[in-house]
Each structure stands twice: as C-alpha cells, then as structure tokens.
C-alpha cells in the first residue's frame, strides 16, 4: 500500500521511537519535580528538546512552549492574545484558507464581539499584500496567516506580510504547522514573526504534540497573553499541566532528524514528485490537471484533478493500492472550502485529490500505480 497522505500525518520515524521508549518505561519522574535524579533526568531530556526545536528554528529555547498540537498553539496565541490584549483593539485579520483551527477560534473570538477580517486568496491560495493593507485598522491588533497552505502547498510570502503588520505596530501569527521540517526556517531572518506554530507528527514525530514560538522583545518579555489552559506553573506560566515527557522528546528528536536530513529530503521528494506525476500521467494521460504552482511550493505535496473521476470514488475504489486524501483530514465531510476560496468551481474539487509524499518511503512500489 502507497501511503501518500503525509500532508495529514506521518509514520513516526524509528529513531523518534527510539529515543522515547526510555521516557515510558524507566524515567518517569515529573521534569518540575526537584531533587532527585529520575526527575532530573526528564527535565535534562525536555531541555534537550526544547534545544532541539530551536535549533530547527534559530530561536532561543526559551521562546518554545510544548502544547499539544497545532490546534492548541492556534488557539492559545488567537484566544491568548486577544483575550489579553482587546484594550488596544477589537479587530484581527485572518485569511479565508486557513485551518479549521484558526477558521473556528477566530468565528468564536467573533461570538464575543472580536471583529474579524477573512482576507482573499489567489488560485494558488496566496493572500495579497494590498489587500492586507487595506484591511488593517486602528483596532487590529493580530494577524495571522499560515506559512503554507495544507492542500496546495503554496508558502505564502511571510516576511513580506510580517514587515507589514509591524510596520503598522500589529503582532503576526503564522500556523506554520505545513512547513515545519520541510523547508529551512531560520527565524532571526523573520524578525516580524511574533508567534508560530506547529505540530510533531507532520515531520515524522508522535502525535499529541506541538508547540509554538513566542518572540520575547528586546527587554526579555514575552508578548502579553492569557492562558489557554489555568493551573500549574509549567511553561513559563503560560501552559500548565504535567510535561508529556516522551511525546516531548520524540518531537525534540524528530527536529534533530529534519535538521540534518532537510537538504537530502527535498531532493528525494522533488524526485519523488517527478516520478509520481510521470506514473500518473502514465496511466490517466492528458486526463490529469495539476492544481500545484510549482514556483513556490512545499516539497511533496501535489494537487491534481483526474477528469472525469469523482474524487471520493476514486479513493474509495483505490483504498487497497493508494492513501491519499480530498483536501484536509480535518474537515473531511464537505467539499473543501480552501479550494471554493481558491476560485475552483464545485466539479474541479470534486475531482481534486491530494497526495502528499514521504521523504523516508521507498518509493519502488511506485510500481503499483498501473
Ligand atoms: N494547521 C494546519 C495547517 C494543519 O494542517 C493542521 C493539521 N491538519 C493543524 C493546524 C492542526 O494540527 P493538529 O491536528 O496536530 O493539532
């Protein structure tokens, strides 16, 4: 079977398992326990991660907080910021393509009289700078655009619309969840990003865990932010609960892999792209549209319509050979509103179908595709 929905999630790598399964069986101490050694050693292990991460970002380990997942990073900076901060203003900008994470948070801050502007998208789901900059107010206080697209692919221009929203003093989020592990990301080369998420199992870690970037200013402070979660003092105050040690260390490790594997990885799945579009072409010849613009995209990921073919049906009958997906695995029942939003009309998403590649597949059962 041809797993192609890493854009979804993917297989944890053997080296992640490895450096977990020690923080399920003998250290099992609570890294903010003090003084003796089991939970030393967990807290020596969440360090380490904490480093790790920041490494594959250029930031400082202390501007990385462990949370569950993306959907829990975009909800804590959204709610967090807002929550702390609506004396200043009472308006955020978001695009119209984002995940159902930010989409839903931002249509709840509305229910409590936060306004909130859906910015446009091109076909490729590339917000316009212009358009930004029309919709920026007095009362904005936030914008937040992902890095990448999760069904296109398509790497919106960040530092461009991060420069403009300091420009007009306004904090800028990105869900960076897409990217994360995939292209290089150096952080104190995108200076106007306050805030940045992201998610473990996209890059070959567990599930259950992610975290965000939070830029401290120049004095050493974080941004003002309410917690998402009350309670302990974990986290530098902002998230409590016990620290998911194993989880924690798998990410710190799955980092470390997309690090040294970054270079390698894009050229193998550029060829794998290659391949997979040859085979395809092979078999359903001039009936295969590709959606992708391929000038500034995530490696991997490919957007096509097979014409004459209704995507779910197609999945369905090819679930035995192939796993792919219609759009984002979290809004699976309607047809996909990043693709309405991107001008396609309801019969092109009705045969679009995402496939998103792994850099650690052998991809010789490409072979299955005839
Ligand atoms: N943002 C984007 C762009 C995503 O693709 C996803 C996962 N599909 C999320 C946020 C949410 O991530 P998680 O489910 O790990 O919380």
Do not use: F, H
């Given at each position: 079977m041809l797993y192609l929905d890493n854009s979804a999630t993917t297989k944890i790598l053997p080296e992640v398992l490895e450096a977990m399964m020690p923080y399920l069986s003998?250290?099992?101490?609570?890294?903010?326990?003090?003084?003796y050694s089991q939970a030393l050693e967990t807290k020596k292990a969440v360090d380490l991660a904490r480093h790790q991460i920041a490494v594959l970002l250029n930031c400082s380990d202390d501007e990385i907080l462990f949370t569950s997942g993306s959907t829990e990073s975009n909800n804590f900076v959204l709610k967090g910021y807002v929550d702390a901060n609506e004396n200043l203003g009472k308006h955020i900008i978001i695009s119209s393509v984002e995940h159902a994470s930010i989409l839903n948070t931002a249509k709840f801050l509305e229910s409590k009289g936060i306004e909130v502007t859906y910015l446009p998208v091109d076909k490729n789901g590339f917000i316009n700078a212009n358009d930004l900059i029309k919709s920026?107010?007095?009362?904005?206080i936030l914008v937040s655009i992902m890095?990448?697209?999760?069904?296109?692919?398509s790497i919106n221009d960040i530092k461009k619309i991060s420069e403009i929203c300091h420009k007009h003093n306004i904090l800028f989020h990105t869900d960076a969840t897409q990217v994360i592990g995939k292209i290089p990301i150096d952080l104190s080369d995108y200076i106007n990003i306050d805030f940045l998420s992201f998610s473990a199992h996209k890059f070959y870690g567990p599930k259950g865990v992610g975290g965000v970037f939070i830029r401290k200013d120049k004095n050493g402070f974080y941004p003002k932010l309410t917690p998402l979660l009350h309670g302990g003092e974990q986290e530098y105050d902002l998230r409590a609960g016990t620290l998911a040690v194993h989880q924690i260390v798998g990410m710190g490790k799955a980092a470390e892999i997309a690090c040294r594997d970054m270079e390698s990885n894009i050229k193998k799945l550029y060829e794998y792209e290659n391949e997979f579009i040859f085979r395809m072409k092979k078999v359903f010849g001039n009936k295969i549209i590709i959606n992708n613009n391929f000038d500034n995209k995530i490696p991997g990921l490919i957007s096509l319509r097979i014409l004459g073919y209704n995507n779910q049906l197609f999945l369905k009958n090819a679930s035995s050979l192939i796993a792919a997906s219609t759009g984002s695995a979290c809004s699976n029942?309607?047809?996909?509103y990043v693709l309405k939003a991107c001008g396609y009309k309801d019969e092109e998403i009705r045969e679009t179908i995402r496939f998103s590649l792994s850099a650690y597949d052998n991809y010789d059962h490409f072979n299955s595709i005839e």
């Open positions: 003998e250290y099992y101490g609570n890294p903010n326990s003090k003084y920026i107010k007095r009362e904005t890095w990448s697209n999760n069904e296109l692919g029942a309607k047809p996909s």
